[in-house]
């Protein structure tokens, strides 16, 4: 430690962080029980410099270095009462992470101490006395940028399709990415990736977590790592791990070029007509509950930043299952999260977020809370109300499943539809009534609050859980890679392996397979609501059966290009294509069920036999088929120059059945002849034409799909 070389100017108490206005740095903290605050600068060597701040304005800690600019590490001490009994935990001792960081210079050490408590005490009683600095030092950024008259793509959710992707895993293992690049911000913004996903037909890539995390020591002791990344440290700061340009904590690089590599990435995205949605973690922080480490905001303000047991405040109250739940009672903490949204959004030119565990954050005192502060406050904020608000609308706290809750402005993913597609594609009966609701956006859910169509979400895979090639090749998980003796991951998996459990040889169990993968893909695709595919699932990507892959930072996640399954590729171009130019598959509006002129409805449920369906079939326990007609005049809807929008009648054919079926055609509509446009059975299947009224043979377990290729004049 040396001694100042300057006096610290008072500064200002806002904004909270590190700012450069271009001849020095302000420094902010907010920390309302602290007794004082040190920060603390390093240089490239380590050396530490501190400068006690004095100036306290309503709890902000705040001073100004002339001379300080970019690239500059440093950390604070906070010191205060050691008292976890009173949810206090203050030790000077430990150099912690500044929680508006924008930028950190390599990620946390832990043989370097990140741990406030002495290991040789009686658990997390007595106060460490050594110096731990092993919470990653935080940068100051320069933040000017040429955004090159970059502009948000603004796609309509009824209009998205959106590809849930890992940051490092998408680009790692491609061939035409160059080596130096793959893995990073950088490599997603190059010319083969951003092809690839135009080319598929997505709208908006949501990345998996990008704020720096932590990896955990238990995961670090058997040779892993968080891979996943849902173990937030800092809500500003895009992981300095998935950087081509920055220091990585090895030397070298630019510190805080993540920053830039990141912005250059959206920049590159929007240009290719592609939304960025980030996948955010505000539920919980990495410090884990009151034996895990110190590294930023339990050393700074514990019970300002986490919900601590009421009646033992030594503590934390958990619907996470990771040891805390942020506090987002406390206006600070409110502010803290609100304030990272706009800076995403502002600064960095995200178009959305998905919020995991979201019934976290609504909840009050003990329930989920629709009304909660921290909805109230995001309908009201001009900025963050203007983008895509995805929640996972469930926690792991007694009533935290709250799938069909969340408010107007908010979609969700939509776990029912996942659950009830794969239950029909495994054969299961008596789902007929579940699976209308699925394939037309789940009214039973979202109708009766304000909400649209769009607003689920619908997934038949995600990164939690098998992969899509997985689901139809394991009955159970094999997770012995992650080291847990297979205890961790879902035991309910909702899957079906076709007959055998893993890879086979057997011709007849493939081809079942690949028309499984065809019938997810295509009911996910041709389903009212926003898709979201999970990457990878397109080409046949496997995790050997691994449904918990979170700590897999290698083979096993990333994706495998060198292997792709090309006709399931080319199938699910043409599925996104035909989803595309159809509007009548992607309606902003639900359904009717009236007549829209004569007898003909928007919509009209169909037996295989032709015939509409009634109660009884919808209650049938073995009815395992049906038929959707989508009337193209009856959207309801405007098109861009305000005309009435029109679209071809569609007729789809749906079949879960074991055996074959006879499927006769109707002449709704006036159609007189039907064209054949998709056969989940046949997928080079060439177009063809039946008569309305005529008989074609559904496949067991298949999908048709036809548009109305001549109607009466």
Same mark, same amino acid.
């Given at each position: !430690?040396?001694?100042?070389?300057?006096?610290?100017?008072?500064?200002?108490?806002?904004?909270?962080?590190?700012?450069?206005?271009?001849?020095?740095?302000?420094?902010?903290?907010?920390?309302? #029980?602290?007794?004082?605050?040190?920060?603390?600068?390093?240089?490239?060597?380590?050396?530490?410099?501190?400068?006690?701040?004095?100036?306290?304005?309503?709890?902000?800690?705040? /001073?100004?270095?002339?001379?300080?600019?970019?690239?500059?590490?440093?950390?604070?001490?906070?010191?205060?009462?050691?008292?976890?009994?009173?949810?206090?935990?203050?030790?000077?001792?430990?150099?912690?992470?500044? +929680?508006?960081?924008?930028?950190?210079?390599?990620?946390?050490?832990?043989?370097?101490?990140?741990?406030?408590?002495?290991?040789?005490?009686?658990?997390?009683?007595?106060?460490?006395?050594?110096?731990?600095?092993? $919470?990653?030092?935080?940068?100051?950024?320069?933040?000017?940028?040429?955004?090159?008259?970059?502009?948000?793509?603004? =796609?309509?959710?009824?209009?998205?399709?959106?590809?849930?992707?890992?940051?490092?895993? %998408?680009? !790692?293992?491609?061939?035409?990415? +160059?080596?130096?690049?793959?893995?990073?911000?950088?490599?997603?913004?190059?010319?083969?990736?951003?092809?690839? %996903?135009?080319?598929?037909? =997505?709208?908006?890539?949501?990345?998996?977590?990008?704020?720096?995390?932590?990896?955990?020591?238990? %995961?670090?002791?058997?040779?892993?790592?968080?891979?996943?990344?849902?173990?937030?440290? &800092?809500?500003?700061?895009?992981?300095?791990?998935?950087?081509?340009? &920055?220091?990585?904590?090895?030397?070298?690089?630019?510190?805080?070029?993540?920053?830039?590599?990141?912005?250059?990435?959206?920049? $590159?995205?929007?240009?290719? /007509?592609?939304?960025?949605?980030?996948?955010?973690?505000?539920?919980?922080? &990495?410090?884990?509950?009151?034996?895990?480490?110190?590294?930023?905001?339990? /050393?700074?303000?514990?019970?300002?930043?986490?919900?601590?047991?009421?009646?033992?405040?030594?503590?934390?109250?958990?619907?996470?299952?990771?040891?805390?739940?942020?506090?987002?009672?406390?206006?600070?903490?409110?502010?803290?999260?609100?304030?990272?949204?706009?800076?995403? =959004?502002?600064?960095?030119?995200?178009?959305?977020?998905?919020?995991?565990?979201?019934?976290?954050?609504?909840?009050?005192?003990?329930?989920?809370?629709?009304?909660?502060?921290?909805?109230?406050?995001?309908?009201?904020?001009?900025?963050?109300?203007?983008?895509? @608000?995805?929640?996972? +609308?469930?926690?792991?706290?007694?009533?935290?499943?709250?799938?069909?809750?969340?408010?107007?402005?908010?979609a969700e993913w939509n776990g029912i539809y996942r659950d009830d597609m794969r239950a029909f594609w495994k054969g299961e009966g008596g789902l007929a009534s579940e699976i209308g609701y699925r394939l037309t956006g789940s009214s039973d859910l979202y109708k009766n609050d304000g909400r649209a169509p769009y607003a689920s979400i619908n997934f038949i895979t995600a990164h939690d859980g098998f992969t899509l090639h997985d689901t139809v090749t394991y009955n159970d998980k094999h997770n012995d890679a992650n080291g847990e003796n297979n205890q961790d991951g879902h035991n309910d998996n909702r899957s079906w392996n076709c007959g055998v459990e893993g890879e086979t040889d057997d011709a007849e169990i493939n081809a079942l397979r690949n028309r499984q993968k065809r019938n997810f893909l295509a009911t996910l695709m041709l389903s009212q609501g926003t898709p979201m595919l999970l990457g990878g699932d397109e080409f046949g990507r496997t995790q050997g059966g691994n449904n918990n892959a979170y700590c897999q930072d290698n083979e096993i996640s990333?994706?495998?290009? &060198?292997?792709?399954?090309?006709?399931?590729?080319?199938?699910?171009?043409?599925?996104?294509? @035909?989803?595309?130019?159809?509007?009548?598959?992607?309606?902003?509006?639900?359904?009717?069920?009236?007549?829209?002129?004569?007898?003909?409805?928007?919509?009209?449920?169909?037996?295989?036999?032709?015939?509409? !369906?009634?109660?009884?079939?919808?209650? #049938?326990?073995?009815?395992?088929?049906?038929? !959707?007609?989508?009337?193209?005049?009856?959207?309801?809807?405007?098109?861009?120059? /305000?005309?009435?929008?029109?679209?071809?009648?569609? %007729?789809? @054919?749906?079949?879960?059945?074991? =055996?074959?079926? +006879?499927?006769?055609?109707?002449?709704?509509?006036?159609?007189?002849?039907?064209?054949?446009?998709?056969?989940?059975?046949?997928?080079?299947?060439?177009?063809?034409?039946?008569?309305?009224?005529?008989?074609?043979?559904?496949? $067991?377990?298949?999908?048709?799909?036809?548009?109305?290729?001549?109607?009466?004049?």
């Amino acid at each position: !430690m040396s001694t100042p070389k300057q006096m610290v100017r008072p500064g200002k108490s806002s904004p909270l962080g590190s700012s450069w206005d271009g001849h020095g740095t302000n420094f902010a903290l907010y920390s309302e #029980n602290a007794s004082s605050v040190t920060l603390c600068l390093f240089d490239d060597q380590g050396n530490e410099t501190q400068y006690p701040l004095t100036e306290r304005t309503a709890f902000v800690w705040h /001073g100004c270095l002339p001379g300080v600019g970019p690239g500059q590490r440093y950390g604070y001490r906070v010191d205060g009462e050691y008292n976890p009994d009173a949810g206090l935990r203050f030790n000077k001792n430990v150099v912690l992470t500044d +929680p508006y960081a924008h930028a950190l210079a390599g990620t946390e050490e832990f043989d370097r101490g990140v741990f406030a408590y002495d290991f040789d005490g009686e658990e997390d009683g007595t106060p460490i006395d050594s110096d731990q600095q092993g $919470a990653p030092k935080a940068v100051v950024v320069d933040h000017s940028f040429d955004w090159q008259n970059d502009v948000m793509p603004d =796609i309509p959710l009824h209009q998205s399709v959106i590809y849930e992707a890992h940051a490092k895993g %998408l680009s !790692m293992l491609h061939p035409d990415v +160059p080596e130096e690049l793959r893995g990073t911000y950088a490599g997603i913004a190059t010319e083969p990736i951003l092809n690839y %996903l135009k080319e598929l037909g =997505i709208t908006a890539i949501e990345l998996m977590p990008v704020h720096q995390h932590v990896d955990d020591p238990f %995961l670090l002791d058997k040779g892993l790592t968080n891979y996943w990344g849902y173990s937030s440290l &800092a809500f500003f700061a895009p992981d300095v791990r998935y950087s081509a340009y &920055a220091n990585r904590g090895q030397g070298g690089g630019e510190l805080g070029g993540e920053v830039r590599e990141f912005k250059e990435m959206v920049r $590159a995205l929007h240009a290719a /007509g592609i939304e960025v949605i980030l996948d955010v973690v505000y539920n919980h922080t &990495a410090e884990g509950n009151h034996m895990g480490p110190t590294l930023s905001f339990k /050393g700074i303000d514990n019970p300002t930043y986490y919900r601590l047991v009421g009646d033992n405040a030594r503590f934390y109250y958990d619907t996470t299952g990771t040891g805390n739940s942020l506090n987002v009672r406390h206006p600070q903490t409110l502010q803290l999260i609100m304030d990272s949204l706009r800076y995403w =959004i502002q600064e960095m030119h995200v178009d959305g977020f998905r919020f995991d565990l979201a019934s976290t954050l609504a909840r009050g005192l003990h329930e989920v809370d629709q009304l909660s502060s921290f909805f109230t406050i995001i309908h009201q904020d001009p900025i963050i109300s203007g983008v895509k @608000l995805i929640a996972e +609308p469930w926690d792991v706290g007694e009533g935290g499943y709250q799938v069909g809750n969340f408010p107007v402005q908010w979609a969700e993913w939509n776990g029912i539809y996942r659950d009830d597609m794969r239950a029909f594609w495994k054969g299961e009966g008596g789902l007929a009534s579940e699976i209308g609701y699925r394939l037309t956006g789940s009214s039973d859910l979202y109708k009766n609050d304000g909400r649209a169509p769009y607003a689920s979400i619908n997934f038949i895979t995600a990164h939690d859980g098998f992969t899509l090639h997985d689901t139809v090749t394991y009955n159970d998980k094999h997770n012995d890679a992650n080291g847990e003796n297979n205890q961790d991951g879902h035991n309910d998996n909702r899957s079906w392996n076709c007959g055998v459990e893993g890879e086979t040889d057997d011709a007849e169990i493939n081809a079942l397979r690949n028309r499984q993968k065809r019938n997810f893909l295509a009911t996910l695709m041709l389903s009212q609501g926003t898709p979201m595919l999970l990457g990878g699932d397109e080409f046949g990507r496997t995790q050997g059966g691994n449904n918990n892959a979170y700590c897999q930072d290698n083979e096993i996640s990333w994706f495998d290009w &060198a292997n792709q399954d090309t006709a399931l590729l080319d199938f699910t171009r043409r599925l996104i294509r @035909l989803r595309r130019e159809h509007p009548v598959l992607h309606r902003r509006k639900f359904f009717s069920g009236r007549p829209i002129r004569g007898d003909v409805q928007d919509i009209i449920w169909l037996r295989h036999d032709g015939q509409v !369906m009634e109660d009884a079939d919808w209650d #049938n326990p073995q009815t395992q088929s049906l038929a !959707m007609f989508l009337d193209g005049n009856g959207l309801n809807d405007l098109n861009a120059e /305000g005309e009435p929008l029109r679209d071809d009648h569609v %007729l789809i @054919l749906f079949s879960g059945s074991h =055996i074959d079926l +006879p499927f006769t055609l109707p002449p709704l509509g006036g159609c007189e002849n039907w064209e054949l446009l998709l056969n989940t059975a046949d997928d080079e299947a060439v177009q063809s034409t039946v008569e309305a009224g005529g008989e074609t043979t559904l496949i $067991a377990r298949s999908v048709q799909v036809y548009r109305c290729a001549q109607t009466k004049n």
